[in-house]
């Protein structure tokens, strides 16, 4: 099995524990990091060297956490999701972040130009400082502005063969492996003498396994320089809307921005797939299926911070005492405000990811 990092396909897994040792989450990560959501909902599900990157913490080592976005379209829930995860390590274990905005690979996969990246990602990276992200512990560049990691990307295209990069992705262009080698770089920049981390972790949707899995790979040969595996966490995928597959920019429709507007949120969770039953009075003889439910999911993975709302919700559903109509629409509530919330932070930290974007302003 090939995962490809740039398609919308939903994972297995299973296949993923299995095939190429994925390590579950332990008790002992859960407890440490109790009180924070992306541990007691479950939404990390799995992990590669995490527990040897919380060893270093505790040993006092600095250690750092990396993580990007492409710059093509608004924020979305997973982008969100990865930035909440920033923020909790950087507030946590005092970890600084490093940040690439992936203009060459939004060139490479969707043919982005770089002008246009840079309008899209002032917007990205206000998203990223409203979720509650300290600018002053962070690095965030533009790719094409970042010498180092060209240059470790370079370094790592002599010690990769075409055939590692068709066995990890499946046959691609150029520019995809081209921007595969450069995430490569972000990576490893932490590690860069100029910064001296050499504890990172990573954290990735399941489908970025193949990213990770070279980058560890790299790790292991000579290519003069001194690399440590970076470690990684993995985020369950949010389900799209229409039940099928994961969110997707390419499906805009199945999918949530933190962009929409009222009505384009009603219409979207209107038209939405549900653990429902065919009719009302179906419904309430047989109750409905959250756990595959979307919009249930919606609240409890990402917006309802109230555990006992989330419960409630769960058994009212399950026993046919809520239907979807009042149950989407106590939903749309909840996710307007908090966008609200969002929105107000995020107007007034655009002047700083302008600065940030722009080049003005580096926070190293
Ligand atoms: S009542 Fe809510 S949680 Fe249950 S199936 Fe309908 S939309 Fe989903």
């Known amino acids: 099995m090939n995962i490809n990092p740039w398609g ?9 524990y299995a095939e190429f040792g994925l390590q579950h989450i332990t008790p002992e990560m859960s407890e440490f990091f ?3 959501l992306a541990f007691d909902r479950g939404m990390l599900i799995a992990h590669r060297g995490f527990d040897e990157y919380l060893k270093a913490f505790r040993d006092g080592k600095k250690v750092a956490v990396m993580s990007g976005i492409k710059p093509t379209g608004p924020f979305h829930l997973g982008s969100l999701q990865t930035a909440q ?9 005092k970890a600084k972040v490093f940040y690439a905005i992936a203009d060459l690979e939004a060139y490479a996969d969707n043919g982005s130009t770089y ?6 990602a002032i917007g990205n990276v206000a998203d990223l400082l409203a979720t509650g992200l300290d600018e002053n512990n962070a690095y965030i560049y533009r790719q094409t502005r970042e010498m180092r990691v060209i240059q470790l990307a370079n370094i790592f295209a002599r010690h990769t063969t075409k055939a590692t990069m068709e066995a990890l992705y499946g046959e691609r262009h150029m520019g995809l492996y081209l921007a ?14 100029d910064f001296g981390f050499s504890h990172v972790v990573v954290p990735v ?38 039940g099928q597959n994961k969110m997707s920019k390419r499906n805009p429709d199945s999918m949530l ?38 919009v249930y999911h919606l609240g409890y993975d990402m917006f309802d911070t109230q555990e006992e709302r989330n419960k409630e919700r769960w058994e009212r559903c399950k026993s046919g005492r809520l239907l979807c109509g009042e149950c989407k629409k106590d939903i749309v509530e909840i996710i307007m405000q908090r966008m609200k919330e969002h929105k107000e932070r995020r107007d007034e930290k655009e002047h700083i990811a302008r600065e940030i974007v722009q080049g003005r302003f580096y926070s190293d």
């Open 34 to 36: 109790k009180g924070e």
């Open 180 to 193: 595969a080698l450069v995430q490569m770089g972000d990576i490893y920049l932490p590690q860069h003498e």
């Open 85 to 93: 995860e920033l923020v909790m390590l950087q507030r946590r274990l």
């Open 205 to 242: 949707g399941l489908d970025q396994d193949p990213h990770i899995r070279l980058a560890r790979d790299l790790a292991s040969k000579d290519t003069g320089i001194k690399l440590t595996a970076p470690a990684s966490t993995y985020h369950k995928i949010i389900l799209s809307l229409d």
């Open 115 to 120: 002008k246009r990246s840079e309008e899209v």
């Open 8 to 16: 919308s396909e939903i994972i297995d897994v299973e296949k993923l």
């Open 257 to 294: 921005t933190l962009y929409d507007d009222e009505k384009t949120l009603k219409r979207k969770l209107a038209n939405a797939f549900t653990g429902g039953r065919e009719s009302a009075e179906e419904q309430r003889r047989l109750g409905g299926n959250p756990d595959i439910c979307p």
